[in-house]
Structures are given as structure tokens and as C-alpha cells.
């Protein structure tokens, strides 16, 4: 036993400036060799097709990066095993839920002209109590003139 070698995870020690500046550098290669590239080329291959066949506006690196992202996840999503598209014609309704369904419509008209109705009617009782209140000041006023004239012509006499 020994004579096995154990096998683990290797463990990379980062030490110092050095250490941080190599990582930093690898993390920033990696991201542009999976990402700015990629943008990049489809940047470029955007533009030349737009510019040279169809008639269609340029992109920039930020729309390119997004173009790459949708690529990359539609790509992703199609390997995926757990992934499936089926085009299936869907299935007609049975004469029991065509039946169903038409009663529901009949019932929602029904629904919807009571509502008007009831809708219909409450603006009539408030109209009908605002003329009721406009008349009721009106005949006041009327009233108000009356005895005003009246007044007027005890004085005169």
C-alpha cells in the first residue's frame, strides 16, 4: 500500500504578487478567448452580411457580445439532452366541450349585458339626482327672485 499514490485534486498555491498577477492573466485570456473573441467574430461576420447582401444595420461590440450569448445559449439548449421541441397539430375539442364552451360564451354575454345594465342604471340614479338637486336650486332661486320683486314693489307702492 505504500508504494499507491493517492489520487486527489491538485491544489495550486497562489503566492504573493506574482501569484495574483498570473491568475488575474489567465482569467482575463480566458474571458477573452470565450468571450470577446467570439463577440468579435460575430461582430464582423454581422457586419459583412449586413453591409454586403441584405439590407440590415450594423451592430457594435455590445450588440455582438449579445449575439454571441444567444448563439452560445441556443446552442447549449439544443445539446441538452433534457431539451425537446415537438411540432404537434393540436387536438380539435369534442362536441361535449364545444358545447361547454359555446354555453360559457352565451353565459359571459349574459354577464356582460346585465353589467351594462346595472352600470346603466346607477349613472341614471345619479344623474337622475343631480337634476333633481340643479332643480331643487333653480326652483330656490326662482323663489329668492320672487320675493326680491315682491319687495320691490311694496316699496315702490
Request: charged share 25%.
Amino acid at each position: 500500500m505504500s508504494g499507491m499514490k493517492r489520487k486527489g485534486p491538485k491544489v495550486i498555491q497562489i503566492n504573493g504578487f506574482r501569484g495574483l498577477f498570473f491568475t488575474a492573466f489567465i482569467a482575463i485570456c480566458l474571458f477573452a478567448g470565450f468571450v470577446i473573441f467570439p463577440a468579435k467574430v460575430a461582430v464582423y461576420g454581422w457586419n459583412y452580411v449586413a453591409h454586403n447582401y441584405i439590407a440590415l444595420p450594423e451592430i457594435s461590440l455590445w450588440q455582438g457580445l449579445l449575439l454571441w450569448a444567444m448563439i452560445a445559449l441556443s446552442v447549449y439548449l439544443i445539446n441538452n439532452k433534457n431539451f425537446a421541441i415537438s411540432f404537434q397539430q393540436p387536438m380539435e375539442l369534442s362536441d361535449d366541450e364545444m358545447k361547454f364552451l359555446m354555453e360559457r360564451i352565451q353565459m359571459q354575454k349574459h354577464a356582460q349585458r346585465l353589467n351594462s345594465m346595472i352600470l346603466k342604471a346607477n349613472d341614471i340614479k345619479i344623474l337622475d339626482k343631480e337634476l333633481n338637486k340643479d332643480f331643487q336650486e333653480e326652483k330656490k332661486e326662482l323663489e329668492d327672485s320672487k320675493i326680491e320683486q315682491d319687495n320691490e314693489n311694496k316699496i315702490q307702492k
